[in-house]
Structures are given as C-alpha cells and as structure tokens.
C-alpha cells in the first residue's frame, strides 16, 4: 500500500529519537553505517550541472497520471497516504480534506481542503535539477515513472515549497532542521534509484547533512523506473 511505502521512506519524525523508522543502530563517530544514505553518497556519479535547455514540464508527462493503475491520479495517492483525517469525495479517488501533521518542511500542522489547499505535492528532486543532471537523455516512460514515483515525492507545505524552486541541497534544505536527514536520505535515494549525477557542491552538501546521522538509512522502493507512456 502507498501509505506504507511513504511511512518508511520518509518519516516526518527527526533523524534521531525513539521510534524512528529511519533510524538504525547508533553509528560510531566518523564512520559510515552500511546501506546508510551517507555511504550511498559515495556511490553517485559527480558532474558538472548540464545545460537547462528543453526543459519544459510537459517533457515529463501530464502531471499526477495514474501510472499504478490504480485508478487514482498521483496527487491523491500521495495526499491520502500522507495526510490525517482524509475525506474523499464519491468517487473514492480525489481528496477533499485533511490534516498535515506535521508539515516536514515547517514542522507545523496544516490543514488541507481541496481548492484552497497551502499543501503542495513536492518532488524531492525537482524535474528541472534531474533534466540537467541527466533526465534530458532518458526516455519518455522513465521520465513520466520519475515525476510520479511515490519515492520522490512528498506533501509539504506551498509557500515553503515554492521557495524552494528546483534548488538542490547545496541551495536549499528544509527550515525543519529535524527534517533534513531523512529529506537528504530521500534525495540521494533517488537520484541512485534513477541514476542521476550530482555535482560536487551537492555531494558536498549531502555528505555534511549526513554527517550527523550516519546510520540514516537509505529509502528504497518506490515505482519501477519506466512506464508505459499510454
């Protein structure tokens, strides 16, 4: 089910506590925990940042199709399994309310109500940032699969999200600082899962987030990595 899949990957709780899913095992201090996001960080390809040029929205796909086929759009798959108190209209699909509770990238409750929503549906990697580090060269179906692969997105609060743009971790982080470890374990997540280069103020970036929790663990699973495009 969605719901378990997003509760694992991202825990809206902080790197360190009891009870936390992405937590392992304490990690030595200067050591680097086995199948931790910071020793998958090793791993990702390093490059320069490629050109923006093509980009466009519509290069992956029509927004929140329903590449589960399970008869529900993206958007409501990921606000039914991440909200609290959700109430669906008749036909079992779209989400009409809710609660964020807690907000992972304020820490704060938010309430959600189709029409008037403050609740955005983020994609961890922003599309442009994979376009230029290596989405331009994929398929169609891999893109589509990317935009709307339930580890790569989560619901979040608007205002914060658009502030964010199509920034990477070396140019924004959550203002949640409880957040960080898991939002950084999820990006490295994907951009392995995909494929996707990083350039080296990211890695960077990454390796410092990581650094003060060594045993986060790296998020898997997720929707396969290519889609029919029909």
Same mark, same amino acid.
């Given at each position: 089910?969605?719901?378990?899949? @997003?509760?694992?990957? +991202?825990?809206?709780?902080?790197?360190?506590?009891?009870?936390?899913?992405?937590?392992?095992?304490?990690?030595? !201090?200067?050591?680097?925990?086995?199948?931790? #996001? !910071?020793? #998958?960080?090793?791993?990702?390809?390093?490059?320069?940042?490629?050109?923006?040029?093509? &980009? *466009?929205?519509?290069? +992956? /796909?029509? !927004?929140?199709?329903?590449?589960?086929?399970?008869?529900? /759009?993206?958007?409501?798959?990921?606000?039914?399994?991440?909200?609290?108190? =959700?109430?669906? #209209? %008749?036909d079992?699909?779209? =989400?009409?309310?809710? =609660?964020?509770?807690?907000?992972?990238?304020?820490?704060?409750?938010?309430?959600?109500?189709?029409?008037?929503?403050?609740?955005?549906?983020?994609? @961890?990697?922003?599309?442009?940032?994979?376009?230029?580090?290596? %989405?331009?060269?994929?398929?169609?179906?891999?893109?589509?699969? +990317?935009?709307?692969d339930?580890?790569?997105?989560?619901? %979040? *609060?608007?205002?914060?999200?658009?502030?964010?743009? *199509?920034? *990477?971790?070396?140019?924004?982080?959550?203002?949640?600082?409880? &957040?960080?470890?898991? &939002?950084? %374990?999820?990006? =490295?997540?994907?951009?392995?899962? &995909?494929g996707?280069?990083?350039?080296? #103020?990211?890695?960077?970036?990454m390796?410092?987030?990581?650094?003060?929790?060594?045993?986060?663990?790296?998020?898997?699973?997720?929707n396969?990595?290519?889609?029919?495009?029909?």
């Amino acid at each position: 089910m969605l719901t378990l899949a @997003l509760t694992s990957a +991202f825990g809206l709780t902080a790197c360190e506590g009891v009870g936390n899913p992405l937590e392992s095992s304490p990690t030595p !201090a200067g050591t680097v925990a086995a199948g931790s #996001a !910071a020793q #998958a960080v090793t791993t990702l390809t390093v490059k320069g940042r490629a050109p923006k040029t093509g &980009y *466009d929205r519509d290069e +992956f /796909g029509s !927004a929140w199709a329903d590449t589960d086929r399970n008869g529900c /759009g993206t958007r409501d798959d990921i606000l039914a399994g991440q909200l609290d108190d =959700v109430s669906r #209209a %008749a036909d079992g699909c779209k =989400v009409l309310s809710g =609660v964020l509770d807690p907000d992972p990238y304020t820490g704060t409750r938010i309430t959600f109500e189709r029409g008037r929503s403050k609740v955005d549906i983020d994609h @961890l990697v922003a599309l442009s940032d994979a376009w230029q580090k290596g %989405a331009q060269q994929w398929s169609d179906g891999k893109r589509r699969a +990317f935009a709307n692969d339930p580890l790569n997105l989560v619901a %979040a *609060d608007s205002s914060t999200n658009r502030r964010k743009g *199509d920034g *990477d971790t070396a140019t924004w982080l959550p203002p949640n600082t409880s &957040y960080r470890c898991a &939002y950084v %374990a999820g990006q =490295v997540a994907v951009k392995k899962k &995909y494929g996707l280069w990083v350039t080296a #103020a990211e890695r960077d970036a990454m390796t410092k987030v990581l650094s003060g929790c060594p045993g986060q663990k790296l998020p898997a699973g997720g929707n396969p990595t290519d889609t029919p495009t029909r």
